[in-house]
């Protein structure tokens, strides 16, 4: 369960989060989508403790998670993707998930066993020993989803894990997301393909100018005019009523 | 064990066996002083591996820490007479102390990559200006240890004693970087070099692991200071705190390859050698280290994984940008 309450964030002038309260539920899967430029990596780089907020709180599982420093985050069972794939380059795809399984376990055997089964369950099992570095933009999201999964959350937040990919893998990625949620593991993720969100989160928050507009079960979101307006443009949505070609 | 595995430890095995009868074969006391700053010299260099490869924290000033055990060992011996043998581990405390207060000073403000360089250097200036200027370390004069031959004085009669000394001391080096290749502790570090902010998503905490790693390299590194003051019997500011040193220790990890095992042990014999033989065979000093200079440019410009990279051993790894 996360909560965040009115949470606030600029640089210099700008106000990238703008008073932000939203909820997710324990093993849920929610949504936050808005058009580029929304504050969407702002809100999760708050929550997982690489931005400090101005003001609000970030609460995880009871705890009070505001401003704490990534690593203690990540020890409250929250753990965040980045959009901008960062794998540890130099090091094999067997090396790299099992820094995230050393988070639950010390010893070298069983962190390895740990990263053998995070790479089965995420198609990486073929491409254990490569470096990180020569994978596919396709392979390097499942690295960033596969470490994340090894220290075993209970959070998920996923930045943006379909971006780049074509519409095969984007369905790989959707079933493995779901079998993660029905696991218990609550997944709170950034998207675009909206082909994505449709299909995996039954709540959606729609940021836009560093506020949320709308909120709410994403098909009646994908409808509500204020969204559609933040995507395409003050107007559109009277003249999609209207029948109108957009311009 | 699997087959290779055991092969591995059996040629481990036959070359712990062949270092150990060395000074029975070699009587050359000129071919053991050889020896013995080669393997000083890998000793230091796997010390600043520990930090600089590892941990991709590239340090300039690491003879801060060799200096720090130089002195602590010497000046606890010349002035309150505790023996040599009990300040190894004292100078090992005062190394990794001096390296955990760089660290946390350095590491706190998230100095990286050339800062962290240019920092280790100044502290490293700093000590010798110190070292320099009050009479606690001899200020110029430096610290001569008064001869007093025996074994339990950590002065050996010959040569052979501190070769197996200075065995000892790279095979402890060689096994706490084996053991980094598959602790948590090592893992963590290497995710740390790669991609500090990836590593603390998954729960690394950065700060510390960078902080464990430059006390453990300044601890190492310090009873290379201690060994070298029982060797030489005498040190100064230049001697203990000199930045020449600081270069050679990072040569030594650099041109044989960072981040491994075996690296900075050829490292060392590639150096040591090179430097031999131009002094040797060519009698200008300007020449032969015109020379030295020449070979080890090509070595850093054509071999960016080190010299290791050459062999089956460095394979596997490549050099992480750090």
């Known amino acids: 369960m996360l909560e965040i309450a009115h949470l606030s964030k600029s640089f210099?002038?700008?106000?990238?989060?703008?008073?932000?309260?939203?909820?997710?539920?324990?093993?849920?899967?929610?949504?936050?989508?808005?058009?580029n430029g929304a504050g969407k990596t702002t809100l999760f780089a708050m929550v997982a403790g690489f931005e400090k907020p101005d003001e609000g709180s970030v609460r995880a599982f009871g705890a009070d998670i505001t401003g704490l420093a990534p690593h203690r985050i990540c020890a409250h069972g929250v753990v965040r993707t980045f959009q901008i794939t960062q794998p540890f380059a130099g090091l094999t795809v067997r090396e790299n998930i099992m820094v995230g399984a050393y988070h639950r376990v010390a010893a070298r055997a069983a962190a390895a066993r740990i990263a053998d089964e995070v790479a089965q369950r995420l198609g990486l099992a073929e491409r254990l020993d490569q470096p990180a570095d020569r994978l596919t933009v396709a392979a390097r999201k499942r690295l960033e989803l596969a470490r994340a999964l090894a220290t075993g959350p209970r959070l998920l937040l996923l930045d943006e894990v379909m971006a780049g990919l074509?519409?095969?893998?984007?369905?790989?990625?959707?079933?493995?997301?779901?079998?993660?949620?029905?696991?218990?593991?609550?997944?709170?993720?950034?998207e675009?393909?909206?082909?994505?969100?449709?299909?995996?989160?039954?709540?959606?928050?729609?940021?836009?100018?560093?506020?949320l507009i709308a909120e709410g079960p994403t098909a009646a979101i994908a409808a509500d005019p204020r969204v559609i307006e933040a995507y395409l443009g003050h107007g559109a949505a009277a003249r999609l009523a209207r029948g109108a070609a957009l311009p | 064990m699997r087959g290779p595995a055991r092969g591995r430890w059996l040629v481990g095995a036959l070359?712990?066996?062949?270092?150990?009868?060395?000074?029975?074969?070699v009587r050359s006391d000129y071919l053991l002083n050889f020896l013995i700053l080669v393997l000083l010299a890998a000793y230091l260099g796997q010390a600043w591996n520990v930090l600089g490869g590892y941990g991709g924290q590239s340090s300039f000033g690491h003879v801060v820490f060799f200096g720090t055990g130089a002195y602590a060992s010497s000046i606890l011996q010349t002035r309150f007479g505790v023996n040599p043998w009990l300040g190894l581990p004292a100078a090992a405390a005062a190394g990794a102390l001096v390296g955990a207060a760089?660290?946390?000073?350095?590491f706190r403000f998230g100095l990286r990559g050339s800062y962290f360089a240019l920092i280790t250097l100044a502290f490293a200036e700093a000590f010798r200006i110190v070292a320099n200027s009050v009479p606690f370390t001899g200020a110029g004069l430096g610290i001569l240890i008064p001869l007093n031959q025996s074994a339990a004085n950590f002065q050996f009669r010959d040569k052979p004693g501190f070769y197996y000394v200075a065995l000892a001391l790279v095979l402890g080096s060689l096994a706490i970087a084996w053991w980094l290749e598959r602790a948590r502790f090592g893992a963590r570090l290497a995710a740390v070099r790669e991609n500090e902010d990836a590593a603390a998503a998954l729960g690394v905490d950065a700060f510390r692991c960078k902080l464990a790693a430059i006390a453990l390299s300044g601890g190492m590194t310090a009873v290379g200071g201690t060994f070298y003051a029982q060797y030489f019997l005498y040190i100064d500011p230049s001697i203990a705190y000199g930045v020449g040193r600081s270069v050679e220790i990072l040569l030594v990890a650099i041109v044989?390859?960072?981040?491994?095992?075996?690296?900075?042990?050829?490292?060392?014999?590639?150096l040591q050698a090179i430097g031999e033989l131009t002094r040797a065979w060519l009698d200008a000093p300007p020449l032969s280290l015109v020379v030295y200079g020449a070979l080890l440019m090509l070595i850093v410009g054509f071999l960016p994984n080190g010299l290791i990279g050459l062999t089956a051993l460095g394979r596997r790894r490549r050099r992480a940008d750090a």
């Open chain 1, 12 to 35: 210099g002038g700008l106000a990238a989060v703008r008073d932000v309260s939203l909820t997710v539920p324990e093993g849920r899967i929610v949504a936050l989508i808005g058009p």
């Open chain 2, 256 to 270: 044989g390859g960072v981040g491994t095992v075996f690296g900075p042990l050829l490292g060392a014999l590639a």
């Open chain 2, 15 to 25: 070359c712990i066996a062949a270092a150990l009868a060395v000074p029975f074969v």
């Open chain 1, 192 to 211: 675009h393909v909206m082909q994505a969100v449709v299909s995996l989160s039954d709540l959606t928050y729609v940021l836009s100018d560093g506020a």
């Open chain 2, 102 to 106: 760089i660290g946390f000073l350095s």
């Open chain 1, 166 to 190: 074509n519409p095969t893998e984007v369905a790989e990625i959707v079933a493995v997301v779901r079998t993660i949620a029905a696991e218990g593991v609550g997944i709170f993720l950034i």
